[in-house]
């Protein structure tokens, strides 16, 4: 168990509260067992009965055509891994980053369920200037950081019961990267920005001209 996947689930209990799914009451005695479990199957147990939330890799909800069946079956006895292999990344209740010279292809497919996923492409190897990037996430919280150069459209992204942030250009591709972001995220977040400093750094720099 890490803190990370303790963190998450912690903020899905507060999500619970604030959809008036748990009261304040409720809330308190499932994070004091979220924080003292020692596996993954005693951390999604305080989960089980909130509405909506599935467990990763089924699409039953828990309660519909058949019982549910123990957490820890679902996500393995072992920590779930992730794959850097092709295009595809994937996490289950995991952390997830990518960043340094990491390789990145012209299709991506990021898998996610219940984790946190960072994508740093500052310093990435790009193959071509334009990526695609197909998403399919539930109750993840998912970041690209992009140069400042980049631009990003995530237009296509289908929301359910989340939310989708652009704080960098949408396009037309003027840089040397541009991603188009598809797919479905529900009950998560999906952020583009760029690397803290930026702003300030172009302000800075605005500054520095108009005073020469």
């Not at 055509?65 to 992730?82: F, H, I, L, M, V």
């Not at 071509?128 to 459209?153: K, R």
Request: charged share 20%; net charge neutral; proline share 6%.
């Amino acid at each position: 168990m890490s803190d990370a996947e303790r963190e998450h689930v912690g903020q899905l209990l507060q999500r619970a509260v604030g959809q008036g799914m748990l009261s304040l009451g409720e809330f308190t005695e499932r994070m004091d067992t979220a924080l003292a479990a020692k596996t993954r199957g005693e951390l999604n147990a305080v989960l089980l009965d909130l509405p909506g939330l599935r467990y990763a890799g089924d699409e039953r909800r828990v309660g519909e055509d058949a019982p549910a069946e123990p957490a820890q079956a679902r996500y393995g006895s072992q920590p779930p891994q992730t794959t850097n292999s092709g295009d595809l990344i994937r996490g289950r209740m995991s952390t997830v980053t990518r960043k340094g010279p990491w390789h990145v292809a012209p299709r991506l497919h990021l898998s996610s369920r219940l984790s946190s996923v960072t994508l740093d492409f500052t310093e990435a190897v790009m193959r071509t200037q334009v990526v695609e990037m197909v998403v399919d996430d539930f109750c993840s919280s998912v970041t690209l950081i992009v140069p400042s150069e980049a631009t990003v459209d995530v237009n296509g992204l289908d929301l359910v019961g989340a939310s989708a942030t652009n704080k960098v250009r949408t396009g037309p591709p003027i840089g040397p990267l541009h991603i188009i972001v598809r797919g479905r995220v529900r009950f998560g977040s999906l952020t583009a920005k760029h690397p803290f400093g930026t702003a300030l750094r172009g302000m800075m720099g605005g500054w520095g001209r108009a005073m020469h």
